[in-house]
């Protein structure tokens, strides 16, 4: 049977310094007559809600803002923030934040005019349209959910993350300014660039991966290798802030066509159950579980190993998943994350339950080319519960 490969992407992708100002662009080629900002409390006091404001006051049409976008959103929430949009009888919906306001804006504007949400939340009915238009801008480098057709959110009563997925979650226009991410605080600068790299490796090695989307996914590599040690360090650069704006944007798009893979598999009951970043939990994870899964894919270790400039191993191919692995738990060092489940918190006698979690997020599980089994999945909690310094190699 022949086998196609979709490529989608939002609309528009418009990127560059000074980019907010557009905005007003799209909004008056809509001819809208309300528009709903959604943001968080955070991305408002760093005084970006004010400059979209501003900018959005000369379309001379009438807004409604809400702010209240608490980080790794849940389905509540989301339910809330279509309640207020729908009270507000708003007709665009832009999204300005990291990936926790753009996940619950995009996901409000294609759910907006749909009755049984519980259907959409659990994954019964996917989502086939969006009426309303959505504009997304991130002020993180990140996530790359202004260019995905996920949205991820918290599932109270499973204590679990969980994705929906569909074409119409993709924004009509994906606005990246990288002026927007110089106000983020280091830690996140650092949690969200390392999750930038998961969506960039994970989508290389998938088992969906094409040529295509390993051209996002290299450059993307080679840029966040460049740039995320300045960003964190020395925020107010703008070189650096753009060439993690590239990385993000990037590896947003191959994980949109490509799909991630165990790591994400295993960061969301960290989230669901314990509340961690998501960002934090795929930094921490991705060592442990590239060391069991990296020996399935030699050759792209090798070739990861040249994209971030750790080494030549052409001719000695075995030893680079070693080198990728050295050079994912140094970045935790460097950057100043954690570097064990136990610091963060996690009980070691949960991780039987986490690994049965995350044994059942099959749809992110089957893109990794290893077919990891539960006990496996424990294995590596495990080894990563000790930062690497227990006896279990999670193997
Ligand atoms: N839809 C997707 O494809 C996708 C992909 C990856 C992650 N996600 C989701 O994204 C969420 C995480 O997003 P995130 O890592 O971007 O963090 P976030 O959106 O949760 O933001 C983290 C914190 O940083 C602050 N912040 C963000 N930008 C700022 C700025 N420029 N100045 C000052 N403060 C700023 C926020 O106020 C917040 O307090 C998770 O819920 C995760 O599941 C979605």
């Given at each position: 049977?022949?086998?196609?490969?979709?490529?989608?992407?939002?609309?528009?992708?418009?990127?560059?310094?000074?980019?907010?100002?557009?905005?007003?662009?799209?909004?008056?080629?809509?001819?809208?007559?309300?528009?709903?900002?959604?943001?968080?409390?955070?991305?408002?006091?760093?005084?970006?809600?004010?400059?979209?404001?501003?900018?959005?006051?000369?379309?001379?049409?009438?807004?409604?803002?809400?702010?209240?976008?608490?980080?790794?959103?849940?389905?509540?929430?989301?339910?809330?923030?279509?309640?207020?949009?729908?009270?507000?009888?708003?007709?665009?919906?832009?999204?300005?934040?990291?990936?926790?306001?753009?996940?619950?804006?995009?996901?409000?504007?294609?759910?907006?005019d749909k009755h049984d949400l519980e259907n959409y939340f659990s994954g019964k009915?996917?989502?086939?349209?969006?009426?309303?238009?959505?504009?997304?801008?991130?002020?993180?480098?990140?996530?790359?959910?202004?260019?995905?057709?996920?949205?991820?959110?918290?599932?109270?009563?499973?204590?679990?993350?969980?994705?929906?997925?569909?074409?119409?979650?993709?924004?009509?226009?994906?606005?990246?300014?990288?002026?927007?991410?110089?106000?983020?605080?280091?830690?996140?600068?650092?949690?969200?660039?390392?999750?930038?790299?998961?969506?960039?490796?994970?989508?290389?090695?998938?088992?969906?991966?094409?040529?295509?989307?390993?051209?996002?996914?290299?450059?993307?590599?080679?840029?966040?290798?460049?740039?995320?040690?300045?960003?964190?360090?020395?925020?107010?650069?703008?070189?650096?802030?753009?060439?993690?704006?590239?990385?993000?944007?990037?590896?947003?798009?191959?994980?949109?066509?490509?799909?991630?893979?165990?790591?994400?598999?295993?960061?969301?009951?960290?989230?669901?159950?314990?509340?961690?970043?998501?960002?934090?939990?795929?930094?921490?994870?991705?060592?442990?579980?590239?060391?069991?899964?990296?020996?399935?894919?030699?050759?792209?270790?090798?070739?990861?190993?040249?994209?971030?400039?750790?080494?030549?191993?052409?001719?000695?191919?075995?030893?680079?998943?070693e080198a990728v692995v050295h050079y994912l738990l140094q970045l935790l060092k460097?950057?100043?994350?954690?570097?064990?489940?136990?610091?963060?918190?996690?009980?070691?006698?949960?991780?039987?339950?986490?690994?049965?979690?995350?044994?059942?997020?099959?749809?992110?599980?089957?893109?990794?080319?290893?077919?990891?089994?539960?006990?496996?999945?424990?294995?590596?909690?495990?080894?990563?519960?000790?930062?690497?310094?227990?006896?279990?190699?999670?193997?």
């Amino acid at each position: 049977m022949m086998q196609f490969n979709d490529f989608q992407i939002p609309g528009v992708i418009r990127f560059g310094e000074g980019a907010l100002a557009t905005i007003k662009d799209e909004v008056l080629s809509k001819n809208p007559s309300k528009l709903f900002i959604i943001s968080d409390k955070g991305v408002e006091k760093a005084g970006l809600v004010d400059e979209l404001k501003e900018v959005l006051e000369t379309c001379e049409i009438p807004m409604e803002t809400m702010t209240d976008i608490a980080g790794e959103p849940t389905f509540s929430l989301v339910e809330e923030t279509i309640k207020t949009l729908n009270q507000s009888k708003a007709d665009f919906v832009i999204g300005i934040g990291g990936g926790s306001a753009l996940d619950v804006a995009k996901a409000s504007a294609a759910l907006q005019d749909k009755h049984d949400l519980e259907n959409y939340f659990s994954g019964k009915k996917t989502i086939e349209n969006r009426t309303v238009p959505c504009v997304l801008l991130p002020t993180t480098s990140g996530t790359g959910a202004e260019v995905t057709k996920n949205a991820i959110f918290g599932d109270e009563v499973e204590g679990v993350k969980r994705g929906i997925v569909s074409p119409a979650l993709l924004p009509d226009a994906a606005i990246v300014d990288p002026e927007l991410t110089l106000s983020c605080p280091s830690r996140v600068t650092a949690a969200s660039g390392v999750d930038a790299f998961t969506h960039a490796i994970e989508s290389y090695i998938s088992t969906n991966a094409t040529e295509q989307t390993r051209i996002y996914s290299e450059k993307s590599m080679k840029l966040f290798a460049e740039h995320i040690t300045n960003a964190v360090h020395n925020g107010s650069s703008i070189e650096a802030r753009t060439g993690m704006s590239w990385a993000s944007l990037l590896g947003g798009v191959s994980l949109a066509n490509a799909g991630v893979g165990a790591v994400h598999a295993m960061a969301y009951p960290l989230g669901g159950t314990y509340h961690i970043e998501h960002g934090v939990a795929n930094a921490l994870l991705m060592p442990f579980v590239f060391k069991v899964i990296g020996k399935t894919c030699t050759d792209d270790m090798v070739r990861v190993a040249s994209f971030v400039e750790i080494g030549d191993f052409t001719s000695s191919k075995h030893q680079a998943l070693e080198a990728v692995v050295h050079y994912l738990l140094q970045l935790l060092k460097d950057l100043n994350l954690p570097t064990s489940l136990k610091e963060l918190g996690v009980e070691k006698a949960d991780l039987p339950k986490l690994a049965e979690q995350a044994s059942q997020v099959k749809r992110l599980l089957s893109n990794t080319p290893y077919r990891l089994h539960e006990d496996q999945i424990l294995g590596i909690y495990e080894d990563a519960y000790e930062g690497g310094k227990g006896g279990s190699n999670g193997s």
